[in-house]
C-alpha cells in the first residue's frame, strides 16, 4: 500500500458528481502490486516520511554546497549522488544503525519489482467501424468483428497499441510510426468467416484475369495490391482497369500501359487508359475523302442552267468577257 498526498493523477476529470478515474494510474497499481491511499485532508500524519527525510538532507547537504561551483547538471547530480551515500551511511543515534543496514534488513520482507518498468501510456475510447478497424492517430488497427459498433477502450504506449472492452484485452497491434498516415495494422482473424475468404479468392481471381491480358496489366494488378495499405483498398481501380477488356483488346490496353509508363506513370487510372486507347485508335484511321458538292462560284465546269439564269457555252472554260447592256437588269 503506499499513501499519495493530492491523489490528482488518479483522477483526470473532477466534478460535483463522480470523478473520472485515470485508468493509466490503476494499471501502474497493479503492475507494481499495490494500492493508492490518498492522504486525509489537513492531516499531515498521513504523509509519507519522505518529505521529512528530504528536508534533512538538503539541510545536511546545503553546508557542504558553500563555495562550489558546477559547470554541468551532470557534474551536479553525481556529486549529490556520492552525498547521498554518504548521508545513508551515517549512523543514527536513535537506531545505531544507518539506513542502508535498516534497508538490507528489510529488503527479505519486501516484494520483488515486475522485470519491466511500468511504461507511461494514453487512454481513448473508440468505436469500430463496420470495416473491423478503429482510428488511432491516423491509422487503422483492427479488432474482432464482435465488437463493431460498441465501445472499446484503447492503451497507446511508446511502441505498441492494446484494445480493451469491459477490462479484457482483445487485440493487441504494433503501434505506427508518427511519420505514417492511412495505415492499416489487420489481423485476419478478426474479420467474420465471409469476409476472410473475400480477402483470399478476389485478389488471386483479379490476378490470374491480368495474367491472361499481358504481363504489362498483370505487374500493375500486382502493384496496386501491393502498394495498397489495407488489403482491398485498390480493389476499384483494379476492377476498372479489368473492366476495359469489354471495350479495348488485350494488346491495346498493353500498348496503353506501356505508353504510360514511358511518361513514368506506373499505376494509371481506367479513365487514362481508356482515353489512350481511344486516341490511339483514331490516329489509326484513314481520313474518309471529302464530297463537294457542285460550286458555280468555283472555277471549273458548271452547269448550263441555274436559278438566277444561265452563263454562255463554255463561258468559263474560255475566259469571253461577259458584256451588260443598258437596262439589261439580269445577271448571266
Known sequence: MSVTDNL????TKAGKGDADLNPDYASFCAHYNTVAMPARPRKP?????????????FRWLRPSLVGKAFRSLPELREYTRKAAERYNSRVQRRTGQSRV???????????????????????????????????VRK???????????????????SATVEIFFRGERVATHRLRASNEQGRYATNPGHYPEAQKALLE????ALRRKAAEA???????????????????????????????????????????????RRLGEALPKPSMLLDAVR??????????????????FLRGTMPASSRHGSLPEGALETHEPITRTQGDCSWP
Open 139 to 157: 491509422n487503422f488497427y483492427s479488432v474482432p468483428y464482435a465488437l463493431r459498433g460498441k465501445q472499446v477502450e484503447v492503451r497507446i504506449a
Open 279 to 296: 486516341q490511339s485508335r483514331a490516329l489509326r484511321e484513314e481520313a474518309a475523302p471529302i464530297a463537294r458538292r457542285d460550286n458555280r
Open 101 to 135: 543496514q535498516r534497508l538490507e534488513e528489510e529488503k527479505p520482507h519486501l516484494l520483488s519489482l515486475p522485470p519491466t518498468p511500468y511504461e507511461i501510456c494514453e487512454w481513448r475510447t473508440a468505436r469500430p467501424h463496420p470495416d473491423c478497424h478503429i482510428q
Open 45 to 57: 500524519k498521513d504523509k509519507n516520511q519522505i518529505e521529512s527525510e528530504l528536508g534533512l538532507f
Open 214 to 260: 499481358g504481363p504489362l496489366t498483370e505487374q500493375v494488378v500486382k502493384d496496386l495490391f501491393a502498394l495498397g495499405n489495407h488489403p482491398l483498398r485498390y480493389l476499384r481501380r483494379v476492377q476498372g482497369i479489368l473492366a476495359l477488356l469489354r471495350e479495348v483488346t488485350a494488346q491495346e490496353l498493353e500498348e496503353a500501359i506501356a505508353t504510360f
Open 201 to 204: 479468392t478476389v485478389p488471386g
Open 8 to 11: 490528482t493523477p488518479a483522477v
